[in-house]
């Protein structure tokens, strides 16, 4: 681990207070030197969105639950701080230091505030005016007639239906948050629209359209996110919403005392350790799957928040779970113990197994197949099975195998509508498009779309050959496969092929004027050094006038020597 940890991007550390040491970690590249990354990335199907998204208002019950929680904080912090108390005392009684009398070193300020008093926080307002009309109050700005700046605003966040939308999870230093992005297909820009803050580094992103939380008895359906993370929790929240504070459901344990107790065993009722992968049962649609390092696999109902069947078959982390996208009480798990699990969740008992030669790193169902499913690796292969071909449960020999990277296969995918095109990203920092067609797998391309170790990959569910990638370098990129030479070719018609078309360049998140100010050196070093980074001619200085003096000096005395 010590050795794994030397490799790892430097922000990787502050995840040690949430999660075991034990844990897989991403797989960062030891020459990568950015402390941001993305590790997650899912689409948002088009016309789900709201309109125009609302804005969080707090309850008094969840002033009240917010209170209870950082009453829970503070009480371990007084823990900690009591712990480290006796060696605070030990220095203070330093006979080195006792002479600077540090016990008292506060004293003269704290005097001087209780002297001042708090009622002076608001000195500086003369005092308080009423007015009858509103067009009196110098405070008002905004008159009756005038436009609504509140309308405006609305129009500036409303989300159009022809607009496609982004979930990027982002790790800035130990900051992580879901960044919600608008990509406008017909101007490929892409930005982002809203996002929120994130208690742990997350793992895992499904999106749903199921209704949970405070809209959970509203008609139609929304659009959330569930979360996983290294907490033992799942986080579901609304995307509808703007600056939200707190998700709308959380599945899983909130006393932290009992999840010390059993940190990483096996619990029948809550995940102990980092949830690693979601997936959402869109035929039996209040269900929701989730795989953890505690080695089990649960099956959450969203609408009372509870963990309805938990799965303790494999022997190591559950790295991936996925439902069957027909049968609705199917599902696939993939972990750790270098062994996928396929099985029938109302009779979890009769289960068929396939063993890999490494660690599986993702799994994926055959949408155009439903009998078969793809296995990728953590040596870099892929394997493609037959759900059908099992002997007293265990799986038979894949039908073939792909060496697809030279490093682990992290992230895997298949268009949702063209039979045969698969899509692999790898920590070799490449992403790589094949034919499998006829189970006769051939790659198509190879290509390093600049987002250092791929992560994720996804294709959008709406648009024809778009897909979206993010890596360890923090940033996202979106490639128009249908404007690429070799995959036009391969995967289109006679038509298509006959038709020459300029490729489009990757599209990624555009910079605010103020972050590009931020990137540029000098830009940084002028706004630290002030005036000081100013021409000489705007701001001589002392030194420049006493050598103007001086040469006034000489050119006196010459003319003076010249005279005589």
Same mark, same amino acid.
């Given at each position: 681990?010590?050795?794994?940890e ?5 922000f990787?550390v ?12 991403p797989?960062?590249? $030891?020459? $990568? ?10 689409? @948002? ?5 709201a ?8 309850t #008094? ?10 009453a ?12 480290k ?15 600077f ?5 506060d ?12 009622a002076h ?5 003369k005092?308080?005016?009423y007015?009858? #009309? ?8 905004f ?8 309308e ?9 239906g ?8 982002k ?5 992580s *948050?879901?960044e919600?992005c ?15 803050? /994130? ?13 949970v ?10 659009s959330?996110?569930? @979360?996983?993370?290294?907490?033992p ?5 609304d ?9 709308d459901?959380?599945l ?6 009992q999840l ?5 065993k ?6 102990t350790?980092?949830?690693m992968?979601?997936? +959402? ?14 080695t089990?696999?649960?099956? +959450?109902?969203l609408n ?11 022997k ?22 270098q062994?996928?699990?396929?099985f ?5 008992t009769?289960?068929?197994? +396939?063993t890999?030669?490494?660690?599986v790193?993702s799994? /994926?169902?055959d ?10 690796t ?15 449960g ?9 060496v ?15 039979a045969? /095109?698969?899509?692999?990203?790898s ?5 790589k498009? +094949?034919?499998?067609?006829?189970h006769?797998p ?13 992560f994720a ?6 648009e ?8 360890? *370098?923090?940033e996202?990129?979106?490639w128009?496969?249908?404007? *690429?030479a070799d995959?036009?070719?391969?995967f289109g018609?006679?038509?298509?092929r006959s038709m ?19 990137? *540029?050196?000098?830009? @940084? ?16 200085s ?12 000489e050119e ?9």
């Open positions: 681990l010590e050795e794994e030397k490799s790892l991007s430097p990787i502050v995840e040690r207070h949430a999660v075991d040491p034990d844990v897989e970690r797989r960062v590249s $030891s020459a $990568s030197s950015s402390r941001v990354m993305i590790s997650a990335i899912s689409w @948002v199907r088009k016309g789900a969105a309109e125009k998204p609302t804005t969080y208002e707090m #008094e019950e969840e002033y009240t639950r917010i209170q209870d929680i950082a829970l904080e503070i009480e371990d912090a007084k823990k900690e701080l009591k712990a108390s006796q060696l605070d005392q030990d220095i203070l009684n330093d006979p080195a230091l006792k002479d009398d540090l016990d008292k070193y004293d003269s300020d704290h005097d001087s505030d209780q002297e001042q008093g708090s926080v608001f000195s500086k307002i005092g308080l005016s007015y009858k #009309e509103g067009e009196e109050d110098p405070y008002i700005t008159k009756d007639g005038e436009d609504d700046p509140e405006d605003e609305s129009d500036e966040v409303r989300i159009f022809s607009d496609n939308l982004l979930l990027v999870a790790t800035e230093d130990d900051i *948050n879901i919600v608008v990509f406008e297909g017909e101007s490929d820009n892409l930005f982002v629209h809203h996002d929120f803050m /994130l208690p742990a580094f997350p793992l895992a992103l499904e999106w749903l359209d199921y209704r939380g405070r809209k959970a008895q509203e008609p139609g359906g929304g959330y996110v569930a @979360v996983a993370t290294f907490e929790r799942i986080e579901i929240w995307l509808d919403t703007m600056d939200g504070m707190y998700p459901l959380v899983g344990c909130m006393d932290k005392k010390r107790k059993c940190r990483g096996p619990h029948a009722e809550f995940h350790d980092a949830v992968s979601l997936s +959402w049962n869109k035929n039996v649609r209040n269900l929701l799957a989730s795989s953890s390092a505690d089990t696999v649960k099956l +959450w109902d009372t928040a509870k963990c309805v069947q938990s799965y303790e078959h494999h190591d982390k559950v790295q991936a779970v996925q439902w069957h996208p027909t049968e609705a009480s199917v599902m696939l798990t993939g972990g750790y113990d062994r996928v699990a396929a029938d969740s109302r009779a979890p009769a289960i068929s197994w +396939w890999m030669d490494a660690d790193e799994i /994926l169902w949408i155009h197949s439903p009998s078969h499913f793809f296995v990728a953590e040596a870099g292969t892929v394997r493609y099975f037959d759900i059908r071909n099992v002997t007293n265990q799986g038979a020999a894949p039908i073939y195998t792909l697809a990277h030279d490093e682990a296969v992290s992230a895997m995918d298949q268009h949702p509508t063209v045969g /095109l698969l899509v692999t990203g920590a070799d920092e490449t992403v498009v +094949w034919d499998v067609r006829e006769k051939s790659m198509v391309i190879s290509r390093n779309l600049d987002v250092g170790s791929v990959a996804r294709f959008c569910p709406d024809p050959m778009l897909m979206a990638v993010g890596g360890s *370098n923090g996202s990129r979106i128009d496969m249908s404007t *690429n995959v036009r070719s391969t018609d006679a038509s298509v020459p078309v300029a490729e489009k360049p990757l599209v990624g998140l555009q910079k605010d004027d103020d972050e590009e100010e931020d990137d *540029n050196p000098d830009a @940084v070093i002028a706004e630290m050094h002030g005036d000081a980074m100013q021409p000489l001619e705007a701001k001589p002392d030194d420049d006038d006493d050598e103007e003096e001086d040469d006034e000096e006196d005395a010459a003319m003076a020597s010249d005279s005589e």
